[in-house]
């Protein structure tokens, strides 16, 4: 059967006779080593607090440092990939990613550890999109598009898992610096294979623009947010550190929202900031990354610091949670299409509310395993599996497709800065109550407090996300085609075999 005239021709991504799964691996791989590192680095946190003599504040920037240059630049990175060519961008990700794992890995003291992740969130901006461009460019049939799309996104849960099962080993049998370390001999092949597999090609036929203005005022906007957040519980509410972030991430936010108001070429589409589901639905995204990063963090702090596991323990504790959240991603697929979006993000927060209220409920003396870690985290992940479809179906839902890369990219960007700010709110709460505690308890009592605070807020964070969910229509999920392909084909047979 011939090819339909209207279809388009597939853009040069490929040197000739490479097949189109050299683009798909590529990308996957590259996604792969993004995810992995905003997991892979939890098990090892306690190791490295101890080898580098960080502070609570200091380590909770390990995380945060990486989303938050993570988050604040996917925006820009995606258009610069327009720009300049999304193989350009693509190495160019690659390099910063595997140079920053290899100074990360040598840091001798914490501001170099820091200061490697920040730079490591810049590599990761310009992977993410990219390497989802890359696929969405050389696929031009729309059931190898969706296949391989698929299996971008169920990259990202895999890699979660890799991540926790990684870190627990890497740190257990070696040390905190093979976290980092690990990234290096994938990040030299994947450069390799791009820059030879790969040609170097201006997708985008449009006119367009960097919005650096933009982009630098919402990314050191958001950092000097966490930083403020983060200083507060170390240094005071009024002290003069934490009143200049706070002062100046207020001052650079406001110059984002200006630029994006009055610039010809804004980083975020201007018509996409009037649709409400979209904003609903980057309201959602963010306060999930709120609890994503958030439950994590304070999952493996507890099961090293407070109870002493291993990193390796802690990491085999964690790989359930991790497992459940694809079985929920899964499952999700199919209840999206009888529950309808909404619903199945409000039925997903108060799941996960349930399960990190149960969280709060840890004790400061060894848990029992199945009662106090395997169930709630089973709850908590069978909800944010039910949830990361249904957000994103509910907010690009009316979007134009031309904006679809845009409101994705939102989308994802809420996710991560939520991520860093959320966590860096949680962890000075969470500092708080432990401080509050310690005059009328034993150290490790106080810690699981403060933890347990943390949990409950976690907690609170999700419902309010299923009651803003109350508030988006109720649309009917799409249907993916290869199933209503399949559909069609099978009431043709029908209608012959009765005709």
């Known amino acids: 059967m011939s090819a339909s005239p209207e279809s388009p021709a597939a853009p040069a991504v490929l040197r000739p006779n490479l097949p189109l799964g050299v683009v798909v691996a590529i990308s996957c791989v590259a996604l792969f080593m993004v995810v992995l590192d905003t997991t892979i680095v939890t098990l090892a946190l306690p190791q490295m607090r101890e080898a580098l003599d960080m502070s609570v504040s200091q380590q909770q920037w390990v995380v945060t440092g990486y989303l938050v240059t993570l988050g604040g630049l996917l925006l820009l990175a995606a258009r610069a990939g327009d720009l300049f060519g999304h193989k350009r961008v693509f190495l160019f990700g690659m390099i910063v990613f595997t140079a920053a794992s290899l100074t990360g890995g040598l840091a001798a003291d914490p501001t170099m550890l820091i200061v490697s992740r920040v730079i490591q969130g810049v590599g990761a901006a310009a992977l993410t999109p990219t390497s989802l461009s890359l696929i969405t460019t050389s696929h031009t049939d729309e059931t190898q598009r969706q296949r391989a799309l698929a299996l971008w996104s169920i990259t990202i849960a895999f ?8 870190g627990g080993v890497l740190t257990s049998e070696l040390n905190w610096r093979w976290v980092l370390f690990i990234n290096i001999p994938p990040g030299i092949a994947l450069f390799a294979a791009a820059f030879w597999c790969l040609l170097a090609a201006r997708v985008g036929t449009k006119p367009v623009r960097l919005d650096l203005p933009g982009s630098l005022c919402v990314t050191l906007g958001i950092g000097a947010l966490t930083y403020g957040l983060s200083q507060a519980e170390v240094d005071g ?46 309201m959602i995204m963010l306060l999930l990354g709120v609890v994503l990063n958030a439950s994590f963090f304070f999952i493996s702090l507890y099961l090293q610091q407070a109870i002493g596991y291993s990193p390796l323990r802690a ?63 089973l709850i908590v992940g069978i909800g944010l599996g039910f949830l990361m479809l249904s957000i994103t179906l509910s907010g690009t839902s009316g979007v134009d497709p031309e904006d679809a890369g845009a409101a994705s990219g939102l ?7 939520g991520g860093a700010v959320g966590l860096a709110v949680l962890s000075t709460i969470a500092a708080t109550a432990t401080t509050d505690a310690a005059g009328d308890s034993d150290p490790v009592e106080a810690l699981v407090h403060g933890y347990s605070v943390a949990f409950l807020i976690c907690a609170g964070v999700m419902v309010v996300a299923s009651l803003i969910a109350l508030a988006l229509p109720n649309i009917k999920a799409p249907r993916p085609e290869a199933e209503a392909k399949a559909d069609e084909v099978g009431e043709d047979r029908s209608a012959n075999a009765t005709s």
């Open 237 to 282: 509410w009024g002290s003069s550190n934490v009143l200049i972030a706070l002062g100046a991430a207020a001052v650079l936010l406001a110059g984002f929202v200006t630029v994006q108001l009055t610039s010809s070429q804004p980083l975020i589409p201007r018509a996409l900031l009037r649709l409400r589901t979209l904003l609903l639905g980057n």
């Open 315 to 377: 990491g085999m504790a964690m790989v359930p949670v991790t497992l459940i959240v694809i079985v929920g991603g899964f499952v999700s697929r199919k209840l999206v299409l009888v529950l309808g979006p909404r619903n199945l993000i409000i039925m997903g927060g108060l799941v996960v509310a349930v399960g990190m209220a149960w969280l709060a409920a840890v004790p400061a003396r060894p848990p029992v395993f199945l009662a106090h870690i395997l169930g709630p985290t």
């Open 159 to 166: 890699a979660g898992t890799a991540g926790v099962l990684l």
């Open 411 to 417: 989308l994802n960007t809420s996710r991560q800065v």
